[in-house]
């Protein structure tokens, strides 16, 4: 074949495939700084996923190649996840969304298999994909049809082992028998939820059976794997994560080995920091802040509306800029949420639904998260320190993780009050060791940081691929 005579430094066409779930754009921003390298160095770029992710993708000057448009158009994602908290007749509401998105899902199913991903995969003839590790049933499809893989791993999880507990653990593991008995007990009872909930509770209740859900179902894992001729040998050519299967294929992950847990496996994954200073953000009108207060930045990322507390803390940030007026606040509550629900804010609290947050993290004195990686990253990237109240998914080991370097303090959101925000906040503004914490982390990524080695592995993946 002629395609056995490429070299390594001749121009790739390289597809992106990323996770979005509710309109929560995480996964792919951990992805344009390697996208951007990519087309640094002269490889044409495209992203393929639901019409939702389209203009995100598309303003960060990528080409897009949408899926299922006519199944999920535009505003599906949005929609799905506004109907989760609007009020009403809750039992009628559930059990309508619940056969819709029965109905969606196996429709999105049906195109997965039945060829018409595989054509659209196929539409830029591409030389590899990059494909989100939550995405198996693309990467195997890729795999098919006779495209490359590596998968991107948007999270520091790592699989089973006695060291480091599951990514959604608040488990601070030691190096001692019985923190690996505990570690290795947290994986066994993971996977026995993990089957339990698969096998018996997501059929009856419909739970992540939509398509934004479909990672994590190891039937369905295993299903479109034998419709799509991958051997499923566990250990061998997939592992058990937090998350459920995935795929053994080469691995990136977005984020740096010096912010992951001591005793993290040497698997041969390439690290990378996923921060990215040259993404394009709208203005942010500066003028109505105070510059002589200490910032005090308070965001629960793109959807806070997927954290049952959320109302609660947005309401104890309000209070907070009540009792604290020598403290400037901006109270970012997502595009889902209508923010005249909150009142009229105090003069020094902002309320907004969208912040362009690499801009105001220049200038804040200190971060309120719910401990999503990118968000932390940027963080030590600007030495700003964090009260973290870890929501969801891995946000619970991002904060363990962030705790045990010394760069940020943990609290519950659940049990948040403005006393305890004050409180918390009070402790990181005065906390020099913690900033000396950010900027020693700082360093240490800054030293394994290397896009170069990054691109050399993508290329030299794609190059091997093409010689098998």
């Known amino acids: 074949m002629m395609i056995s005579a490429i070299k390594a430094h001749r121009p790739l066409t390289i597809v992106f495939a990323m996770l979005s779930y509710e309109g929560d754009a995480g996964h792919y921003n951990g992805s344009f700084k390697l996208a951007r390298s990519l087309r640094a160095s002269g490889h044409r770029i495209f992203y393929i996923g639901l019409a939702d992710s389209a203009q995100l993708v598309k303003d960060q000057g990528f080409e897009f190649i949408s899926f299922a448009e006519d199944l999920l158009p535009l505003g599906y994602e949005k929609k799905n996840a506004v109907s989760q908290s609007t009020p009403g007749n809750r039992v009628i509401r559930k059990w309508r969304k619940r056969c819709n998105d029965e109905r969606l899902f196996k429709e999105y199913l049906r ?33 098919y049809v006779g495209i490359p893989v590596i998968t991107i791993n948007p999270l520091l999880s790592v699989y089973r082992n006695p060291y480091i507990p599951p990514i959604w653990s608040s488990f601070t593991p030691r190096r001692t028998w019985w923190s690996a008995v505990i570690v290795l007990g947290s994986w066994h009872w993971l996977r026995f939820k993990f089957l339990f909930w698969d096998r018996l509770v997501r059929p009856l209740t419909g739970e992540f059976r939509s398509p934004t859900g479909i990672w ?10 034998k419709r799509s001729g991958y051997p499923c040998e566990e250990n061998k050519t997939y592992r058990f994560a937090a998350w459920g299967p995935y795929l053994i294929l080469p691995e990136i ?3 740096p080995k010096a912010f992951q847990l001591p005793g993290s496996p040497e698997d041969g994954r390439r690290y990378m920091s996923t921060v990215d200073f040259s993404r394009d953000e709208k203005p942010f009108d500066a003028g109505c802040l105070d510059e002589k207060k200490p910032l005090i930045y308070c965001s629960l990322g793109s959807i806070p509306l997927s954290y049952s507390h959320s109302q609660r803390f947005f309401k104890a940030v309000i209070d907070a800029s009540r009792l604290r007026r020598g403290w400037q606040f901006v109270l970012n509550v997502g595009k889902q949420y209508d923010s005249s629900h909150l009142g009229s804010p ?14 105001l993290l220049k200038k804040a004195s200190v971060m309120v998260t719910h401990g999503g990686l990118n968000s932390i990253m940027e963080c030590i990237n600007f030495g700003v320190p964090m009260v973290i109240m870890p929501g969801l998914w891995d946000q619970q080991g991002n904060a363990v993780r962030a705790v045990h370097h010394g760069i940020a303090l943990k609290t519950n959101m659940a049990r948040i009050t403005p006393e305890i925000l004050i409180k ?26 290397d896009m ?12 091997a691929s093409f010689k098998l």
């Open 111 to 143: 195109r997965i298999v039945d060829g018409r991903l595989d054509e659209r995969l196929l539409s830029c003839n591409p030389d590899l994909l990059i494909c989100d590790i939550f995405l198996s049933f693309v990467a195997m499809r890729a795999l």
């Open 216 to 225: 994590g179902h190891w039937g369905l894992f295993l299903r479109i794997a």
């Open 253 to 255: 992950v977005c984020g």
């Open 346 to 359: 105090e003069s020094n609290l902002m309320i907004c639904q969208w912040v362009p947050q690499l801009s």
């Open 424 to 449: 918390f906040v009070e402790r990181a503004l005065e906390d020099e060791n913690m900033r000396q914490s950010l900027a020693t982390m700082r360093q240490k990524i800054a030293a394994e940081e």
């Open 452 to 463: 170069e080695k990054i691109i050399r592995f993508i290329e030299n993946t794609c190059t």
